[in-house]
């Protein structure tokens, strides 16, 4: 076992503190990565401030990682040191249900085995990005192609698949009018990767204080959604909403904005249930969804098509001691649009 630098919760209302985590020995088909940047996720904060339940303490965030390969096990045949590499949300999965066999991980019926706040098949917690260096089996290890560099290969670990995993499954091409709720973290990617997939982009953000942004990202439209004049203006006029913010939204409205046969994904997941209104959905047939990140294989497929496509996150590179400021800057929306960490600086 090997030790290593990290920043953990501890409790939800306590900042992060620097300590030293133990990393495993690598098995016969693990790979031993020495992490560069990772990628600052809403998750971690949720899972850091116990807001999606009480985790295990103490907690290294991170699930957006990009580093390179400095060891590998003796049966290892898809990596070798010097190879730079990511890993996503997941680190293992049971491998035998029909999602896993599907290739479609993420929704494995036994559970995935998380990045962090998991615990892995020794038994053992499994500690996130927000470290020096972290061993990963190489079936759930992603390659980043050259032409990304890895700071910003980090957040398309997560903001990336979140994004492109629906814009793929519902079929964004030429044509196809979709609505990006939010132009954060997440939002900024459904524009670029909608953009890049050919279709019509229209960002809904709560003011236009962004939207020259929006509209440089790649968006064709922009609203404000505190004008109700919007959703006046825009009943009827989507074909896909993707919805990247994790408040509790009245879903009604938008829901209204949806075309016959229309969809509304969920991809932020709020603190509290959301009502669902039957008649919105009712009278034009429409549909309300979720997704979750992707698979390995699409995950893969998601980095070979941003490094074609000149596809990259906006980041805020910082150093890991700013970790604490970092948060409270994503929870005021203080951030265009992912914070990455630097993890030299440990």
Wanted: charged content about 20%.
């Amino acid at each position: 076992m090997s030790t290593v630098s990290a920043y953990a919760a501890t409790s939800a209302s306590e900042p992060l503190t620097k300590t030293t985590i133990t990393r495993r020995d690598p098995g016969p088909h693990d790979a031993v990565i020495d992490i560069k940047f990772c990628g600052i996720c809403h998750s971690d904060i949720h899972t850091a401030k116990a807001e999606w339940g009480q985790p295990n303490y103490p907690v290294v965030p991170g699930h957006e990682i990009a580093g390179v390969v400095s060891a590998i096990g003796s049966d290892v045949t898809k990596y070798k040191v010097g190879d730079r590499v990511g890993v996503g949300c997941f680190v293992d999965s049971c491998r035998e249900c029909s999602s896993c066999l599907a290739g479609v991980e993420q929704y494995c019926k036994a559970g995935m085995t998380t990045t962090y706040n998991g615990v892995g098949r020794d038994g053992q917690p499994t500690y996130g990005g927000y470290s020096q260096a972290i061993v990963v089996d190489e079936n759930y290890v992603l390659r980043i192609p050259d032409a990304l560099p890895l700071d910003a290969a980090a957040p398309l670990m997560c903001a990336g698949i979140t994004l492109y995993s629906p814009l793929r499954h519902w079929n964004a091409r030429p044509g196809k009018r979709i609505a990006v709720i939010g132009l954060g973290g997440l939002g900024h990617m459904g524009v670029k990767l909608g953009k890049a997939m050919g279709a019509d982009v229209t960002v809904l953000s709560q003011s236009l204080k962004k939207m020259e942004d929006g509209l440089r990202l790649g968006a064709g439209h922009y609203y404000a959604t505190s004008d109700r004049d919007t959703f006046r203006k825009l009943r009827g006029s989507f074909d896909l909403i993707l919805n990247t913010v994790s408040a509790n939204l009245d879903l009604g409205p938008y829901l209204n904005l949806l075309d016959v046969d229309g969809t509304l994904v969920e991809l932020g997941i709020p603190e509290h249930p959301m009502p669902v209104p039957a008649f919105a959905l009712v009278l034009m047939r429409r549909s309300i969804a979720g997704s979750n990140i992707g698979g390995i294989e699409e995950t893969q497929e998601m980095l070979n098509f941003c490094a074609e496509h000149g596809v990259r996150p906006e980041i805020e590179v910082i150093d890991a001691d700013y970790v604490n400021d970092a948060y409270e800057r994503v929870l005021a929306s203080d951030v265009r649009y992912r914070f990455v960490i630097d993890t030299s600086t440990l």
